[in-house]
């Protein structure tokens, strides 16, 4: 079957390390995964008061969630934890209450950094927010990539065999683990 991914990159920066890893991905990607990059950079900060009607943008973010049938995380580790950024636009798909676009949404994780725990405590905690969303999350392979000058070209070229075969691997597994999750119960949304 053919499966719809939206990824979200968590650095905005034009000159991202983890926009670069994203874009390898997609290149690396199994046929049957259609990748497509979920934009979160114009999202205002979140607050509950938006519930009762959620701005025209937060409502397009939410639509490009319900499209998709996976996500994909591609971050940055900011101080330990992920980037505000990335929280915030996690926080406006998880609400209003009963509206969580992320039940029962596969998801997996992985990020760059230019150090050399590779994003391992940022993705730590992206899962426990993902757990409380009740996103199932691909648990295995994990992807900790310490992030070396020319390791990846702008478009997404890996410079570095082992890496590419990882990568590729890393993808086809995540899209084993996409049709396992809806062919037993299905996303909510
Ligand atoms: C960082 N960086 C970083 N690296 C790391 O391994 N652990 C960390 O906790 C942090 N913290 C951190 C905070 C802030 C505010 C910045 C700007 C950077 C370094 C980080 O890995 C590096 O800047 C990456 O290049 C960021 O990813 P992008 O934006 O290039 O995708």
């Given at each position: 079957p053919?499966?719809?991914?939206?990824?979200?990159i968590g650095s905005l920066s034009s000159q991202s390390i983890n926009?670069?890893?994203?874009?390898?991905?997609?290149?690396?990607?199994?046929?049957?995964?259609?990748?497509t990059e979920i934009s979160f950079k114009d999202l205002p900060i979140y607050n509950r008061d938006f519930d009762a009607d959620y701005p025209q943008v937060a409502r397009d973010f939410k639509q490009a969630i319900a499209n998709v049938q996976a996500i994909l995380f591609v971050t940055p580790e900011y101080n330990r934890s992920i980037p505000g950024g990335l929280k915030?636009?996690?926080d406006w798909a998880s609400r209003p209450w009963g509206q969580n676009?992320?039940?029962?949404?596969?998801?997996?994780?992985?990020?760059a950094s230019t150090g050399a725990i590779g994003t391992a405590v940022a993705q730590q905690s992206l899962r426990s927010v993902l757990s409380f969303c009740n996103s199932p999350q691909m648990n295995a392979p994990e992807a900790y990539i310490q992030f070396k000058p020319d390791l990846i070209t702008d478009?997404?070229?890996?410079?570095?065999?082992?890496?590419?075969?990882?990568?590729?691997?890393?993808?086809?597994?995540?899209?084993?683990?996409?049709?396992?999750?809806?062919?037993?119960?299905p996303p909510l949304h």
């Open positions: 053919q499966f719809k991914v939206g990824y979200l926009r670069k890893l994203a874009n390898a991905l997609v290149k690396l990607a199994p046929s049957e995964l259609t990748m915030n636009a996690i676009s992320f039940t029962r949404k596969p998801s997996a994780v992985i990020g478009d997404g070229e890996v410079t570095v065999d082992s890496t590419r075969d990882f990568l590729r691997q890393y993808m086809a597994d995540f899209g084993v683990f996409i049709e396992r999750v809806h062919s037993v119960v």
